[in-house]
């Protein structure tokens, strides 16, 4: 598909409904995108997943015929964009790799491939006759070799992971923003969330970069609303949310859930935006997203040999391990001889860095025979201090 006049798209939409990295679930697909740059020499961006080799290299021939592709960038190398470059290599015995030094050791390694690579640096250009590319090193969105590549004259920045989302995409897709939106903060709080500190970095090193299009590796191409997907993700990695309630809960004979549903009922009744999310049925996948879009999280969990339950113990760890700040945090749970699951969500939640807001709402055996004062526990989560 002809993007622009020196720009092609190649890439191959996935559309098994698999699991994204054998864990997230892609209720829509996913894409695998990349790109041709192409002028008196010719560039490929990045590659596909491995299961699309034959239609990949179907698609580049469909675009530039027998002409040679002379240069291979390699911006990421996690073998869903990169699991083809030996095949491309096969195909085009004479292409050049271009990369970062970090990534060489992965090629090696994924691809036993170590011939003919050239390493650049940040803010290195390659010249394709009446245009070039240009080099941004941005480590650790999301692995350390990640990089992406700028297209001054067509102010197009080829980003790698960066601003992407799950979703396969259709022939002519070009934006989409309401869409996918869900789907970009589903995958970035799966896939990136952990790394908001140095996407921040990376975003200010593009601060200053006219941008007219964003080619990402998964998703649409960002054009006319470039300004809505930059500011989400820019409020994303800053773990900026908006006022809310996302209740997660675990049950094993429903004294939990009965809570779960009684504290989800009260902020509805008294407006406040909320989610509610069983930790047993539901995937971690949209759990994440909805931390990742409110500012309070509680979680309701019954003690299970002296601990917290397994399913809510996971999320809460996924929490943890995602570095979540800025986040308001209560917890609630029955118990029936020994408490103790309400502490341990609210330490670990403290160890995290989360706001602890309410001291809990633990109760004994059965939620109706037991009758915890919901209102003063849904008081407590929906207080906020005064703005200084």
Not at 113 to 119: M, Y
Not at 205 to 220: E, F, N, V
Not at 221 to 240: I, K
Not at 261 to 285: N, T
Request: with cysteine; hydrophobic share 40%; net charge negative.
């Amino acid at each position: 598909m002809k993007l622009t006049e020196f720009i092609r798209y190649v890439g191959v939409n996935d559309n098994r409904r698999l699991l994204f990295e054998n864990q997230w679930p892609l209720p829509y697909g996913v894409a695998y995108n990349s790109y041709l740059v192409v002028d008196e020499k010719i560039a490929l961006i990045d590659t596909a997943a491995a299961a699309f080799g034959e239609e990949f290299l179907r698609n580049i021939r469909e675009e530039i015929g027998d002409k040679k592709v002379d240069y291979l960038i390699v911006n990421h190398m996690e073998p869903d964009h990169s699991a083809l470059i030996s095949l491309v290599r096969s195909a085009y015995p004479d292409i050049e790799i271009v990369t970062n030094a970090k990534a060489v050791p992965m090629i090696a390694g994924f691809q036993g491939v170590d011939a003919n690579i050239r390493v650049i640096k940040e803010g290195e250009s390659l010249s394709l006759g009446k245009t070039g590319l240009v080099f941004r090193m941005t480590p650790m969105v999301h692995w350390p070799e990640t990089m992406m590549t700028y297209f001054p004259e067509e102010k197009t920045l080829f980003s790698g992971d960066a601003f992407g989302c799950f979703g396969a995409l259709e022939d002519s897709n070009i934006d989409g923003f309401a869409k996918y939106r869900d789907e970009m903060v589903r995958y970035y709080s799966c896939i990136v969330g952990k790394y908001g500190q140095t996407v921040q970095s990376a975003l200010g090193k593009l601060a200053g970069i006219p941008l007219d299009r964003i080619c990402s590796t998964h998703g649409p191409v960002w054009e006319s609303e470039l300004g809505q997907v930059v500011s989400l993700y820019d409020r994303l990695s800053r773990y900026e949310t908006r006022r809310g309630v996302c209740i997660v809960y675990g049950s094993m004979y429903g004294n939990t859930a009965d809570a779960a549903k009684a504290i989800y009922d009260e902020c509805v009744s008294r407006g406040v935006p909320c989610a509610l999310h069983d930790a047993v049925a539901e995937d971690a996948s949209f759990i994440y997203k909805d931390v990742f879009e409110y500012d309070t999280l509680v979680m309701g969990s019954p003690t299970y040999n002296n601990d917290i339950f397994p399913a809510v113990r996971n999320i809460l760890h996924g929490v943890c391990a995602r570095m979540v700040k800025a986040h308001r945090f209560a917890s609630f749970g029955s118990f029936s001889w020994a408490g103790g699951s309400v502490k341990l969500m609210n330490q670990k939640a403290s160890e995290a860095g989360l706001e602890i807001v309410s001291d809990g709402m633990p109760f004994k055996c059965s939620f109706k025979t037991a009758m915890p004062d919901v209102k003063s526990f849904v008081d407590s989560i929906t207080h906020y201090k005064p703005l200084a």
